[in-house]
């Protein structure tokens, strides 16, 4: 079975700039979590999308915003880059009612 | 505000030896922690869980200990071998609706020949 798939696995872009990274599921798991890594912070959660829906929200700016389409996959968004957002973000995909997630390998997103 | 947390962010041990990662939390009503493991350019992996009816829990060279009196978690890794250097995070979940989870900052751990 296929496992978590993040696109692209590499992003360079410049202030100002929006962005959009993918998320495909484990086929069959209908929740999708997003998250942020960087070395100052480490693993911060973004938000959980189920059945299309945002089911749960972490503490970030209205720039992070995401969606889910009816085949599970996800996108992020990110608006009006800044020096700031440049980390690993990272796709986690779960069964639901199943508490163990199933990462991706991330997107890393570098920003200039 | 809540957090977890990791005593120490380094750790070094000879192949074969036992390793032993940890983790303090700070929301006593939790009930549900996960431990996973990030190799070098690769998302997290789950190794083990465990929730708040439990203090011990073993899988494959692995046991996860928790004590709810000083909210600590441990990870304990049996014969470490050069595979399980990476980095290991735990992760305590907020609430029962849904993922959401906190991580801690990670420990990363270098097995030495």
């Known amino acids: 079975k296929a496992g978590v798939t993040q696109t692209p696995r590499y992003l360079i872009k410049t202030r100002g700039q929006q962005v959009t990274l993918s998320c495909s599921p484990i086929?069959?798991?209908?929740?999708v979590s997003w998250y942020q890594q960087t070395p100052g912070q480490g693993l911060q959660f973004l938000f959980e999308y189920f059945s299309e829906t945002q089911r749960n929200k972490g503490n970030f700016p209205g720039r992070f915003s995401g969606r889910q389409f009816s085949n599970s996959r996800s996108e992020m968004n990110v608006s009006t880059l800044e020096l700031g957002d440049s980390a690993l973000y990272l796709c986690?995909?779960?069964?639901?009612?199943?508490?163990?997630?199933?990462f991706g390998a991330g997107t890393r997103l570098s920003v200039l | 505000g809540e957090s977890v947390g990791l005593h120490l962010p380094t750790l070094s041990v000879q192949e074969g030896d036992n390793s032993i990662i940890n983790c303090a939390y700070s929301n006593s009503a939790s009930d549900y922690f996960i431990w996973y493991k990030q190799e070098s350019g690769k998302g997290p992996q789950f190794i083990i869980d465990?929730?708040?009816?439990?203090d011990k829990r073993q899988g494959q060279r692995v046991t996860v200990l928790l004590n709810k009196t000083v909210k600590h978690l441990s990870l304990q890794i049996a014969a470490t071998q050069p595979g399980d250097s990476a980095v290991y995070f735990c992760a305590e979940k907020r609430d029962n609706y849904g993922q959401n989870f906190v991580f801690g900052p990670g420990t990363r751990l270098s097995v030495l020949p």
């Open positions: 086929s069959g798991h209908r929740s």
């Open positions: 465990i929730r708040s009816n439990m």
């Open positions: 986690a995909s779960s069964w639901d009612g199943k508490n163990i997630q199933y």
